[in-house]
């Protein structure tokens, strides 16, 4: 009985039937091989510092670049709101991928490098207010949670075999560079194994471009049941006009404003300090690509993969404003944790790796959690549905390029002038949990207010009485 209940639940998703089951295994199948390729990708900024010498100023580079991205997500947010979506996620799906497979013909320079990771970024970037239209078109509002979560959660262990195999493959090429002096055994196999630990950090570039084509095509295989609004399909939205579109928004929504501060708040100081990790795991904490990559990437996908599914689940029958707050207060707490570690590993050496990987399960156990709070059903609890969707969601994602654009330029400048990773950190962590308060207090706010506690309460009042400000 074993086997036919696990595949019900990865094939099928939760109480899904139609074109939502449908859209369950396309999105499953998108997904896994996103996380793949993103395993892959995310090994970019380790090959930057132990290949390129890349500095610590090159290394929030990505975040600056895909920080344009959610620039235009404002733009093209208003402009698909009453558009089919799907060209929006497959035409700049289709250039992230191309981006990813250059970065095999910049391995010369971290600067060149990095920035193709960040254009990669960027495109995939704009997708997001399209993918999130799709998903609440596609999936009932009671499920929608539990959904994404599965997805997330089967999409983080496909994360964690992919970042730690690429990591293993590039500490092996590593090794075999290094010993390149050594007598080789002759024959054509000798050259196709060093040629390849020579070239493999453009072999799994190539790689990871294809594996990202592929997961867009997957996408665009879903059907969406959409109706497109009243507006012409040729109407020329202007940029000035989308910004006006956003302004009246943020002026009538009250509630979706107060959220955004959250928002931005969570985002700023997380970013402050993010892509420094590298630098304090490798650097300060004497870390190789396994160790970091395990503790990076790996081991948060791994507790990912058993805990997102449950909150999923949680978020469905949860004020997000508390969704929130438990989120953050862990997330912070991680940043703490990781600053710890250099002072505290002096004291007593086990602390070295204790404290990181505490830090590190943590994170995990809530990083699925973020990812669908802030990409994928956050938003449905602000926005009416319909076109609604697309321009919120493309506010959103406008705001977390402000985050990225000042955040990462304010940790360049402050890594530029020698500010420690570990002070960030600290910074950074306080910040994430000052804006866990933040959320505990505007959850008791609304509910004095007689706000709707979750997001299908929210969404049944369409049906009837009008929505809550």
Known sequence: MVKPIFARDFFRGPCLSGNAA????????????????????????????????????????REI??????????YLGSRMASRRKMPFIFIPGVAAAVSSMAMATATGSAFWFLTL????????????????????????????????????????LCFVASSVTAAVVLHLASQR?????????????????????????????????????????????????ETIGSEPADRRLEIGGSFREAVGVLAHDGRYRRYLIGCFLDGFFQMLYFPLIWSLLSRD??????????????????VAFFATGWLGKLFDRTNPWLSWAYVRFVWGLDALLLAATPPLALLFPPALVALPVAGRVLR???QGGWWILWWQIG????????GDTSRYMGIMVFLNGIIRFSASA????????????????????????????????????????????????FERQFTGGPPAR
């Open 364 to 366: 995990g156990g809530v």
């Open 65 to 74: 670049y895909s920080g344009l991205g959610m620039l235009l997500a404002l």
């Open 22 to 61: 449908r859209t369950f295994r396309l999105h499953l199948a998108y997904a896994l091989l996103d996380a793949t390729a993103g395993g892959i990708l995310l090994n970019a900024p380790l090959i930057a510092i132990k290949s390129f010498q890349a500095a610590n100023w090159h290394l929030p580079l």
């Open 177 to 225: 560079v290094g010993n390149a002096g050594e007598v080789a055994a002759a024959g054509w196999a000798s050259e196709v194994l060093r040629w390849s630990a020579e070239h493999m950090a453009q072999v799994l570039m190539v790689l990871a471009g294809f594996l990202s084509l592929a997961s867009f095509v997957c996408f665009r295989q879903i059907h969406v049941e």
């Open 410 to 457: 304010a940790g360049m400048i402050l890594a530029a002038m020698a500010v420690s990773p570990q002070t960030l950190l600290v910074v950074g962590g306080i910040g994430v949990i000052f804006s866990g308060f933040y959320s505990l207090y505007q959850a008791a706010a609304e509910r004095k207010r007689h706000q709707p506690e979750t997001i299908a309460e």
């Open 117 to 156: 990771l960040g254009v990669g970024a960027l495109f995939e970037i704009v997708t997001r207010p399209a993918i999130t239209a799709v998903l609440r078109l596609n999936y009932p509002v009671e499920q929608r949670g539990h959904a994404t979560g599965e997805v997330r959660k089967w999409s983080s």
């Open 285 to 302: 904490l004497g870390f190789g690509y396994v160790s970091c990559n395990a503790l990076m990437h790996a081991l948060p996908a791994l």
């Open 379 to 386: 938003i449905t609890h602000f926005a009416p549905p319909g």
